[in-house]
T-cell receptor, first 114, second 111 residues
């Protein structure tokens, strides 16, 4: 069966520090991968998505970036964090090139920037 | 820009009551999904609707996709405390691999 991992689960970082969040998927090949950010009790904001290795589509201009160095690995990074980067970061995957397919979400990373 | 607005934003009801959550947009979506999310966890899919006018039932939950595929509703019959959570709709954006999420409805069912 397929499994999605995210780490770390919780992170507290000072303003201006770098960031690296990792997401890996097991049990499938060539998934579509997504990074979302969620404010408390609100909907999800799509940040990046990838349909293949090295292919990244950015949805919002910001100080965040994403990379997909391997088929089942998706990394979210920042060189300098802002207070507004605080939130709950979720990674998700879908298998088929079919938008009726289920999105499976990871457990999320709670990021607090102080 | 495709947007999905959910209403109400918050809902607190007594156990046994019925409720409806709405998900509206001015854009057409190729499919629409409903998720429920518990605090500190990722959303979990409840249903996907694809055809305009489609109605799907999942026990006490009834989901409907609008005829024009611009809106959807979730109706819960005889709500229970276990239904408490954040309900999210998500539309598949036409011509892309993107999903647009709604603003969310936080439901609390009191025993």
């Amino acid at each position: 069966s397929q499994t999605i991992h995210q780490w770390p689960a919780t992170l507290v970082q000072p303003v201006g520090s770098p960031l690296s969040l990792e997401c890996t998927v097991e049990g499938t090949s060539n998934p579509n991968l997504y990074w979302y950010r969620q404010a408390a009790g609100r909907g999800l904001q799509l940040l990046f998505y990838s349909v293949g290795i090295g292919q990244i589509s950015s949805e919002v201009p910001q100080n965040l970036s994403a990379s997909r160095p391997q088929d089942r690995q998706f990394i979210l990074s920042s060189k300098k964090l802002l207070l507004s980067d605080s939130g709950f970061y979720l990674c998700a995957w879908t298998l088929l090139a079919d938008l009726t397919d289920t999105q499976y979400f990871g457990p999320g990373t709670r990021l607090t920037v102080l | 820009t495709q947007l999905l607005e959910q209403s109400p934003q918050f809902l607190s009801i007594q156990e046994g009551e019925n409720l409806t959550v709405y998900c509206n947009s001015s854009s057409v979506f190729s499919s629409l999904q409903w998720y429920r999310q518990e605090p500190g966890e990722g959303p979990v899919l409840l249903v996907t609707v694809v055809t305009g006018g489609e109605v799907k039932k999942l026990k006490r939950l009834t989901f409907q996709f609008g005829d024009a595929r611009k809106d959807s509703s979730l109706h819960i019959t005889a709500a229970q405390p276990g239904d408490t959570g954040l309900y999210l709709c998500a539309g598949a954006a036409s011509g892309t691999y993107k999903y647009i999420f709604g603003t969310g409805t936080r439901l609390k069912v009191l025993a």
